[in-house]
Structure formats: structure tokens, C-alpha cells
């Protein structure tokens, strides 16, 4: 029992989350490195959402809400630690849930339909895909299989995203927006709106921009993104951290 007096309390519960998801069978092993490595870099952050974070988000449900074809991409991290916010955005967007796995097997296809299943009462009228026939070019490992929606579409919102399938979607001429606590990987750098943030902080506030950002016209959405510039936002995002580094040094 983790007490709510902890002055960590929130991160220790979201590393009991994904514990939990681990073993259900929903995470790999590889899931729970990831988080762990996400951590050390949220500690640079402040765990805390900052100013760049919030721009790269008003810039996100922009184009979301400009698509013609969006789409949402997770993976067994994403479903731990923000399924809420998932199936409210896909209900908000209108738009399908493409479970994408880098280390899939039957048994976790098995234990997320099951999860699924589990919460069927929230995600009724959402289409939920598991891949399909189409291939993304240049991307040789099984992520490569979608379904033909996802090849179709314009924007792949997609979470914790791996570097190469980012890179493999933008080469489709796709617009990709991710949520990335490591401002150096390669799918910060790749995408095309890199939001640095923790996501059960950015996904909050990206429902609520998308909300309140329905209410704009399409001149004002576009205003958002043409004035948006994913590198001097990944910039501000190193300086921030550096220059936090300089201030915590002993």
C-alpha cells in the first residue's frame, strides 16, 4: 500500500500499473524497461508538463481536428496508462483504435481483447483493428502489418512510438504526432508534433484542447500549426533540461 502522503506517490502508481498490465499479459517485458527509462527522464522535466509541452499539444488536436482520416496507434504501455483517455479521443475524433504490438504474440492479442472485452460498456461504437494485410514500406519488422484504414489515413496519432515506425510513416507522407518523454530519440525527432511530456499528464490536456478547439474554425486551426515548428520545439525542450541539470548539479 502506497500512501497518498508519498511524495512520489503518482509515479509509484503508475509503475504499479504497469506492473499489473505485465501480469495480465498485456505489456512485454520490454514494456516495463521502457517506462523505467521514461522515468529518468521525466525526473529532468520536473515531472511536470511545461510551456513546449502545452504548445506541441495545441498543435496536436489542431491537425487531429483538420484529418480527414485520423487514427489512434497504441501499444500495451498506451492501453496501461491512458485507455480512458484513448477511447474519449477516438469517440471525440470519430475515428478507429489500431492495437499495434512490436513484440506480439497470440497470448497478448488474447489478454487485450480480453481487457476489452472487460470494458466493453466504454468502447462500444469504437472500431477496434489488430492490424490487417496492408504492409508500410520500408519496415521490416511485424509492425508492418495494418489494417486499411490505418494505411489510408492522413494522421497517426501514435504514443510511445517506436523510432523506426515513426520514420516508416512519415516516409508514407503520413502526419505523426507522438507523445516522447526522451526529446533525442529518433521518433521525437522524425515525427511531425513531438509532445514531451509524461502521457497520462498529455493526454488529458489533449482531450481538453480538442474539446475546446471544435468551437474553431478551420483558418484558426491551420494559424496553430503553420506558426508550430516541431525542432525549435524539441530545442526549447533540451534547453529546459539542460538548463535544469545545470541548477540541480551539487
Known amino acids: 500500500m502506497i500512501p497518498k502522503s508519498h511524495p512520489r506517490y503518482l509515479s ?16 512485454a517485458k520490454a514494456g516495463l524497461i521502457a517506462h523505467g527509462r521514461g ?22 488536436a489542431s491537425l487531429l481536428l483538420l484529418a480527414e482520416k485520423p487514427v489512434i496507434s497504441v501499444n500495451g504501455n498506451t492501453i496501461a496508462l491512458a485507455f480512458d483517455e ?78 523506426d515506425r515513426a520514420e516508416a510513416l512519415v516516409k508514407m ?8 518523454l526522451n526529446p533525442l530519440s529518433r521518433t521525437a525527432r522524425t515525427s511531425t508534433i513531438t509532445i514531451v511530456d509524461e502521457i497520462t499528464r498529455a493526454m488529458p490536456l489533449l482531450v481538453k484542447y480538442i474539446k475546446e478547439f471544435k468551437n474553431k474554425n478551420k483558418e484558426e486551426l491551420k494559424e496553430i500549426i503553420d506558426s508550430y515548428d516541431n525542432k525549435k520545439t524539441l530545442e526549447e525542450a533540451l534547453r529546459f533540461m539542460s538548463n535544469r541539470l545545470a541548477k540541480l548539479k551539487l
Do not use: H
Open 12 to 27: 509509484l502508481m503508475k509503475r504499479e500499473r504497469v506492473i499489473e498490465f505485465f501480469d495480465r499479459g498485456i505489456l
Open 39 to 60: 522515468e529518468a527522464f521525466d525526473y529532468i522535466l520536473g515531472e511536470k508538463t511545461n510551456d513546449f509541452a502545452v504548445k506541441a499539444i495545441k498543435a496536436a
Open 86 to 163: 484513448v477511447i474519449e479521443l477516438a469517440k471525440l475524433l470519430n475515428c478507429p483504435i489500431e492495437v499495434n504490438l512490436f513484440y506480439k504474440t497470440e497470448d497478448r492479442i488474447r489478454a487485450i481483447k480480453k481487457f476489452f472485452e472487460e470494458n466493453r460498456d466504454k468502447i462500444k461504437d469504437i472500431e477496434i483493428n489488430f492490424g490487417g494485410d496492408m504492409e508500410i514500406p520500408n519496415l521490416d519488422s511485424n509492425r508492418r502489418f495494418v489494417s486499411e484504414y490505418f494505411y489510408n489515413s492522413d494522421v497517426v496519432l501514435v504514443p510511445l512510438e517506436d523510432g
Open 173 to 180: 507522407g503520413k502526419k505523426v504526432i507522438t507523445i516522447d
